[in-house]
């Protein structure tokens, strides 16, 4: 005990500018997340809830552990007899994962060409028509994968579907990672861009 004390210290005056970078904790603030109602979210729960699932492609997940990750979560929201439907932004050439996740009675879409247009890629395919979807569905939470997807979607569904519940699946710290990279080869301009990650990742 007497050692967390001193290193408490320690830790504070060898990070005190990162520290001075940092948002006030919400005990501070008082803001907490708008996007994501823990009674919403119980409330779903009980009441076999209508789940919305956008990542930016299929879950791969015998390619890349983070699509193992969201593979078994999809697992287990259909384990609750939860009604899924799965929105992969660019699901082309993913036709096996599409149909893994069709047997397990998830709804698929395997690609969204005018989100990926507003990106700069042009990806063949039909249209995704999120306006219908969410307008005949109601989902009682939309869970979006990664803080870019989140960017795209949620001023959508916050329009078309304002009673829905949004929780952002961060999977990772990104701006956090490029900032190690761009101290370690001393590069101004990855700094910068990791800075404006950062803003974007964490409001």
Known sequence: ????????????????????????????????PRTASRQKLQAAARDRARILVVDPTM???????????LFRILELMRQEQW?????????????????ILEDMGIQVFAGDPERLAQLGLYVPGPRTDLG????????DLAWLSFFHVVEQYLPLIRAL?????????TVDVHYLREMRQA??????AAMARAKDLRTRELF
């Open 161 to 169: 579907s304002p009673r829905t519940a949004c929780l952002a699946d």
């Open 1 to 32: 005990k007497k050692y967390q004390a001193i290193n408490r210290d320690k830790f504070f005056q060898k990070w005190a500018e990162v520290l001075k970078q940092q948002p006030e904790p919400p005990a501070v603030t008082g803001w907490r």
């Open 83 to 99: 009604h899924v439907t799965f929105v992969a932004r660019n699901g082309q050439g993913q036709h096996r994962y599409r149909r």
């Open 59 to 69: 879950p791969t997940y015998d390619k890349a552990s983070g699509s193992l990750r």
């Open 132 to 139: 219908q979807i969410l307008g005949e569905r109601q989902f």
């Open 183 to 188: 101290e370690r080869s001393r590069d101004v």
